[in-house]
């Protein structure tokens, strides 16, 4: 051996021991760090509620007379007690005895802790069929428990073959809660199973899926830990619903990247015996479409923040902190744990070191469904993406079937509903909004200006002033003023007036949250118009989130187009492959969206659908469809560069195929998941997202987005260096 080569045999050795060293230590620090992490906001899962709110005033918009009315609430009470209503219903008419029996139960609601002293006597009904009473239960009660404790206790003390109903604001609102009660357990849970089934499948694995989902899950604890602390400090709202959303993203999302690398890891593997070489390797190929893909998400997302709705702008930066530690776990975690188990992660299917084989291929695969497609795509391309076109564009005629147009806030929840069926026994017997009044704050000296329009208006029942000497705290205004409560010759009760203005109290006789009550609440906005009036309450609420949630929906969505297709041209240096993906990803989302409607419609029957479900359900198809299309057209590109463009398609779709496949069906199935929790907008969201994913994975992607770029040649890359001198 020659003396240099033997001066440094002991350098080389040297600089391997520390390579060696360095491979271990990274990767065990970057371990331990998400591990760390994950320990600290693993514990939140069950503290979620303790930082969020389930109530709609909290996230209108400041300038809306719902959250205005709501703001001066305070001024005129002295608590901020939430209105449960009971209603005891009979088939026969109540005799005094039953009726004195009611009225002791209600009185004795008291003693259950969190119900407010101030309940109301028994009202019956003009039937004799029934009786109500007020309710009202403390603000800072734990809303779900305190029902149900009372609505167990009025059902023990009533009559023999009297039924028992609770509902009104604090029915409704514990309902809600109850629905939103499986999202720590069991949305993730199934979420969790779906993925670990479709893992193990894909990769007949035993050991990969576990590390997949492990990186997935650190994932989420991060997120979870610094969007619950961002939540504590006010600077972030959370409510169950963007809670349900940001568990499935990020889960989904960390696992499509995750597919990705490991793709190209095993793909590394049967060329690259050294498995530091690999890890590297696949991480420099996946950096850019993991990027690129996560960026397009966040960016997405981040439009939200153009919302008036506090429930869209909230979720956007919320989710966005989700894909980027779903990112962040995907780029460190995940190559640190492959590195560490190296091919045994693979185990029993460990891909061989065959760089003979590679380089026959010639980094193509001849064999399988996805070579067996590309070479369809190579013979008949514009056939296949005119004729996919034409399918899609049919499935998007059954938007004009799509009632977005809000639902009622009983059918908020699905399955059975106790606040459900009390409104319904209370508008058979009383007014039906009874216990959600329209609330009317007014100039002090138009009081009976705004009592006189709203008693003239068909839609209105009965009208009452706030008034603190009064012993129900409101006293009846007719025609001819406010009315005394109490014995003859008893005077009336002075208003409350807070800073020259009074509360109004509008009994609807229609029930709160009905079409015909948001139209009594509109007209009378209209007639009150010129005394200066604020009408709020839960009717107003509903309307101002609807008309806020089509605003946003018809400014967002064009934004989101603009803000992708600027990412898409700095990615693949391009305009018209930007522009036709992006063509390709709306024209899926009509035909999601278009299905689905047909489907609500026509199986569920569903009573229509939120304004902010095309909205959410545009979000997330287009961002993350979009994915799939960076997926393949970065790699498409890739090869192009090299073979020319109609084979680098043909190289593309063969060789990205099977992962962005098992990355949509992953992504399919977490969103489904979201099915389990019985919300109506999350199982109508979680339909449209699931169908919209398989069929960008399995049409838009695998037949229409590499048919269109074949029969188009080297000028999808147009006005590029690529289209100007690079192979046809």
């Known amino acids: 051996m020659p003396p240099s080569e033997r001066a440094s045999t002991p350098q080389i050795r040297e600089r391997s021991r520390r390579h060696s060293w360095v491979r271990v230590f990274v990767p065990v620090v970057l371990i331990l760090a998400w591990l760390a992490g994950a320990s600290l906001g693993g514990p939140l899962f069950g503290k979620v509620d303790e930082v969020s709110s389930n109530d709609q005033t909290t996230y209108l918009p400041e300038s809306a007379d719902a959250t205005k009315v709501q703001e001066l609430l305070g001024d005129f009470r002295d608590s901020d007690e939430i209105p449960a209503i009971a209603v005891f219903t009979s088939e026969t008419e109540l005799s005094e005895q039953q009726v004195e029996t009611i009225s002791d139960a209600v009185a004795d609601s008291t003693s259950i802790e969190g119900v407010a002293d101030d309940v109301s006597p028994a009202l019956v009904s003009d039937d004799g069929l029934a009786v109500q009473a007020f309710i009202p239960i403390d603000g800072d009660a734990e809303l779900r428990d305190v029902t149900a404790e009372l609505g167990d206790a009025l059902r023990a003390a009533a009559p023999e073959g009297v039924e028992v109903f609770l ?59 610094v969007v619950w602390w961002l939540a504590k400090f006010e600077v972030l709202l959370l409510s169950g619903q963007t809670q349900g959303i940001l568990f499935i993203l990020v889960i989904g999302a960390a696992t499509d990247y995750a597919l990705l690398l490991v793709a190209r890891f095993r793909e590394e593997l049967r060329s690259t015996e050294d498995k530091g070489a690999a890890i590297m390797a696949a991480w420099k190929g996946s950096f850019e479409p993991i990027v690129a893909s996560g960026g397009t998400v966040i960016a997405g997302l981040l439009c939200l923040l153009l919302s008036d709705l506090k429930s869209n702008s909230t979720l956007g930066p919320v989710a966005a902190i989700g894909i980027v530690f779903a990112m962040l ?117 138009s009081l009976q200006d705004a009592a006189d329009v709203l008693l003239a208006n068909d839609g209105v029942d009965a009208v009452a002033v706030t008034a603190s000497d009064s012993p129900s705290g409101t006293a009846p205004v007719t025609v001819d003023g406010i009315t005394a409560v109490g014995p003859p ?18 009994t609807l006789t229609d029930a709160a949250d ?29 309307i101002d989130t609807n008309d806020a949630s089509i605003h946003d929906r018809n400014l967002i969505i064009p934004v989101i187009l603009v803000v992708i297709v600027l990412i898409l041209m700095m990615l693949l240096r391009s305009i018209l492959a930007p522009v036709l993906l992006i063509l ?39 961002a993350l469809g979009i994915d799939y299309n960076i997926f393949l057209m970065t790699r498409v590109r890739e090869e192009s560069i090299a073979h020319g463009t109609r084979e680098g398609v043909l190289r593309g779709l063969s060789i990205t195929g099977g992962v962005i496949t098992s990355a949509g069906l992953v992504l399919a199935a977490t969103f489904a998941a979201l099915s389990v929790i019985p919300i109506l907008f999350l ?31 080297k000028r999808i890359w147009w006005p590029s260096k690529l289209w100007r001198k690079g192979l046809e």
């Open 167 to 225: 509902t009104g604001p604090a029915g409704f609102t514990s309902d809600l809660a109850a629905g939103f009660a499986g999202i720590d357990g069991l949305l993730l849970g199934v979420a969790l199973l779906a993925v670990l089934v479709i893992l193990v499948l894909v990769y007949r694995s035993l050991l990969l899926p576990v590390v997949v989902l492990s990186t997935s899950l650190f994932a989420l604890c991060v997120a979870l830990l």
């Open 514 to 542: 009905s079409d015909a009550a948001a139209e009594t609440v509109r007209e009378l906005r209209a007639e009150l118009a010129d005394l200066d009036a604020l009408v709020g309450g839960v009717t107003a609420t509903s």
């Open 329 to 445: 776990a995907a780029l460190t975690l995940l190559p640190a744990l492959l590195l560490l188990f190296g091919r045994a992660v693979f185990w029993p299917r460990r891909p061989r070191f065959e760089p003979e084989v590679v380089a026959d291929e010639h980094g193509m695969r001849t064999t399988g469904l996805w070579a067996a497609l590309s070479r369809l795509v190579s013979r008949r391309p514009r056939a296949i993406w005119i004729v996919t076109t034409l399918v899609l564009l049919v499935g998007a005629i059954g938007l004009t079937q799509l009632d977005a147009e809000g639902v009622p806030q009983s059918d908020l929840v699905l399955g059975a509903s106790d606040a459900r069926d009390g409104q319904t026994a209370l508008g058979e017997h009383f007014p039906g909004g009874s216990g959600s009044p329209a609330s009317v704050v007014v100039a002090e000296d």
């Open 584 to 622: 390709t990803t709306v024209l899926s989302f009509g035909t999601a969206l278009g299905v689905s409607a047909l489907v609500f419609d026509g199986i569920f029957a569903f009573p229509g659908a939120d304004p902010a479900v095309p909205l959410y359900g545009f979000v997330f198809l287009v």
């Open 683 to 713: 199982v109508q969201l979680a339909f449209i997202v699931a169908f919209g994913v398989l069929l960008d994975t399995f049409v838009v992607r695998s037949l229409l987005v590499p048919a269109l770029a074949y029969d188009l040649g």
């Open 489 to 506: 010759g008893t005077p009336a009760p002075d208003p409350t007036v807070a800073d020259g203005r009074v509360l109004l109290q509008a």
